[in-house]
């Protein structure tokens, strides 16, 4: 059951204590304090502020002392500051939480884990009328024809899809899942329709699952399509749930200190080139949608031009003009005029357009440049 939250009047607002940085793409643990007297309040829901600079606030349980610590990661691709007396968040006061009195902590500990062992995840997949299925298929070596699957419904042909994906390992059905370098690999375990429900709410629901509220748990770079974990430690985050339910299977083996250090290494150099050839396609994918949209012919002195300015809803045009090209101050930037006695304007190439069919005016007049001055004159020196 969840917790029942106090009136929110008596709600505190969390407070840095002291300047603190946290780097990008890192997570990290901070003590803060809460503003006003709290000694009448004992536990208290971490809730986060809704900041829309990259830095996630996790939702968690704690009690409602002078000083409390509050999980944080920064997500974003900068660096952010943390001021003394920033307002973090807030603390909502929790009138009761429902407790289990007649089992201990370590039986229900105990009893977890033997749910989630091999051989009650085994059961449970040969219950599911679906993974029972891919799992005789996967055992005999034997792939079924389109045919033979069409009958089914969409999970079953969902992993007849993914067949050269599925294998069995110590009685498991898992799916080898290549990352996105294409060298490593983990398996993940194929979950029965009985036990999604119970991951999702170790996840989210969970006060131990640090779930960010509606951002992703672990948010991936649409560059790089790497989580800031990863890129920067190698490996991805661990969340309380993986230390019930455990990691996905690594393809490697048990190693040796120095032979972890040097896939350590390796995984890292596969990973930072990966991204930087993701991020050098994402760069050339930019350049090339602009090139797409820019203009090739620039305006020269006397072009015709409509001017973008925007108005409101009753107009019925948003353009303006036609005004005159006057000068060329650089490749983006023009000088223009509506009229002689109008004042001249200096606008942005975005936000001209070439208007045909229009001479220069009468009045507009090509100024030439100025002549240079302080050049050496060229003298001929003859030898006597």
């Known amino acids: 059951m969840a917790p029942k939250l106090q009136d929110y009047n008596k709600s ?15 997570e990290n643990i901070i003590i803060t304090k809460l503003n006003g007297n709290s000694e009448d309040l004992s536990t208290g829901m971490v ?31 900068k660096k952010i500051i943390l001021k003394k007396n920033e307002v973090l968040g807030r603390c909502e006061p929790v009138e009761r939480i429902v407790k289990c009195e007649e089992v201990n902590q370590a039986q229900l500990n105990q009893a977890k884990a033997h749910e989630w062992s ?6 449970s997949q040969k219950k599911d009328s679906d993974l029972k299925l891919i799992r005789n298929w996967v055992k005999n070596g034997v792939r079924p024809t389109w045919q033979e699957v069409s009958r089914y419904g969409t999970t079953i042909k969902g992993y007849w899809a993914q067949w050269n994906s599925l294998c069995l390992r110590d009685g ?5 899942w290549k990352r996105p370098d294409g060298v490593s690999a983990v398996y ?3 979950l029965p329709k009985a036990r999604i429900h119970q991951v999702l709410e170790e996840l989210h629901s969970s006060p131990t699952g640090a779930h960010f509220r509606i951002n992703r748990t672990l948010a991936r770079h649409e560059s790089t399509t790497y989580t800031p974990s990863m890129l920067t430690s190698g490996r991805e985050m661990k969340l309380p749930t ?11 083996e048990e190693r040796s200190l120095p032979e972890f250090v040097e896939d350590l290494r390796g995984r890292l150099d596969r990973i ?18 602009l090139d797409t949209t820019s203009r090739e012919t620039p305006f020269k002195p006397g072009d015709a031009v ?20 006057i000068k060329k101050i650089n490749d983006l930037v023009y000088h223009i005029q509506l009229s002689p006695r109008s004042k001249p304007k200096v606008v942005h190439l975005e936000k001209l357009a070439r208007c045909t069919g229009h001479d220069p005016p009468g009045w507009f007049v090509v100024e030439e440049p100025p002549p240079r001055t302080g050049e050496p004159e060229n003298r001929v020196i003859r030898d006597e």
């Not at 996630?56 to 409390?68: E, G, K």
């Not at 993986?242 to 490697?252: F, Q, S």
């Open 12 to 26: 505190r607002r969390i407070i840095v204590e002291e300047d603190i940085q946290i780097p990008q793409g890192s």
């Open 47 to 77: 809730e986060d502020s809704e900041r829309n600079d990259g830095l996630l606030v996790a939702r968690s349980l704690v009690q409602m002392d002078n000083q409390i610590p509050v999980r944080i990661a920064n997500i974003s691709d």
């Open 118 to 123: 091999s051989e009650e995840l085994k059961k």
């Open 172 to 176: 498991l059905l898992h799916r080898k």
């Open 188 to 190: 993940q375990l194929v």
């Open 242 to 252: 993986d230390l019930m339910l455990g990691r996905p299977l690594e393809e490697t």
């Open 272 to 289: 930072h080139r990966f991204a930087r050839e993701k991020l050098k396609i994402h760069s050339d994918k930019m350049k090339q949608r």
């Open 306 to 325: 409509w001017l973008y300015a925007q108005k409101g809803r009753k107009e019925k045009s948003n353009w303006e003009g036609p005004y005159t090209i």
